[in-house]
């Protein structure tokens, strides 16, 4: 089976623009989870989706908001760059959500740079 | 404040020495899962330990759960210099209106 893919891989905006970034999960996944990561912050939960339900939401400004189509493909999109956006954007995908014991498979993730 | 620690921040070993990582969180967990990543890629899944269980053994990797301290812990045995990463603990408590949630990471250096 092919691996998560996400697009771009690297991204150069900014401030003040707008970006989406896209994930396809691995076939036959449903659940799609973005995360950001930060050297400051560390790995921090953004969301999750499900069936192109909203399942679960982390803790980040309404700026950041994102998607799922029928395909199970995802997409995020942050409105109003600003350069504290600057981050790689990781993509994981499972066969499940909710609660319940599964692993996640990440994508390589998309480099955005905000200048 | 984050659900997971990990410790050390960093460790450096030579090759064929064993590396031990130490993860700690707050809450109540559905299970515990480690993820490797190289330098600035995606997270490579290593090995998942539930709640109930406390040993779990993958190849050179064995992970250790103790609920009842709310720790884990990650020993690499006959380390290589391929086993150069950080290394992250994630927490799942789904189960108790958490999400998925990642420690700091252990970055391990391995030297031929």
């Known amino acids: 089976k092919a691996g998560v893919t996400q697009t771009p891989r690297y991204l150069i905006k900014t401030r003040g623009q707008q970006v989406t970034l896209s994930c396809s999960p691995i076939?036959?996944?449903?659940?799609v989870s973005w995360y950001q990561q930060t050297p400051g912050q560390g790995l921090q939960f953004l969301f999750e989706?499900?069936?192109?339900?909203?399942?679960n939401k982390g803790n980040f400004p309404g700026r950041f908001s994102g998607r799922q189509f029928s395909n199970s493909r995802s997409e995020m999109n942050v409105s109003t760059l600003e350069l504290g956006d600057s981050a790689l954007y990781l993509c994981?995908?499972?066969?499940?959500?909710?609660?319940?014991?599964?692993?996640?498979?990440f994508g390589p993730g998309t480099r955005l740079t905000v200048t | 404040s984050q659900q997971g620690e990990e410790d050390p921040q960093a460790l450096s070993i030579q090759e064929g020495e064993n590396a031990t990582m130490n993860c700690s969180y707050k809450?109540?967990?559905?299970?515990l899962q480690w993820y490797r990543q190289n330098s600035g890629r995606g997270l490579v899944h290593l090995i998942l330990?539930?709640?109930?269980?406390r040993e779990k053994h993958s190849g050179r990797l064995r992970v250790t759960l103790d609920t009842s301290k709310k720790s884990s812990s990650l020993l690499i045995t006959a380390s290589r210099a391929a086993d150069t990463a950080s290394y992250f603990c994630?927490?799942?408590?789904?189960?108790?209106?958490?999400?998925?949630?990642f420690g700091p990471g252990t970055r391990l250096s391995v030297l031929p």
């Open positions: 994981a995908s499972s066969s499940q959500a909710g609660t319940g014991t599964y692993e996640q498979y």
């Open positions: 076939s036959g996944h449903r659940s």
């Open positions: 989706y499900f069936s192109e339900t909203q399942r």
């Open positions: 809450t109540s967990i559905n299970n």
């Open positions: 330990i539930r709640s109930n269980e």
């Open positions: 994630a927490t799942d408590a789904r189960n108790y209106g958490q999400n998925f949630v």
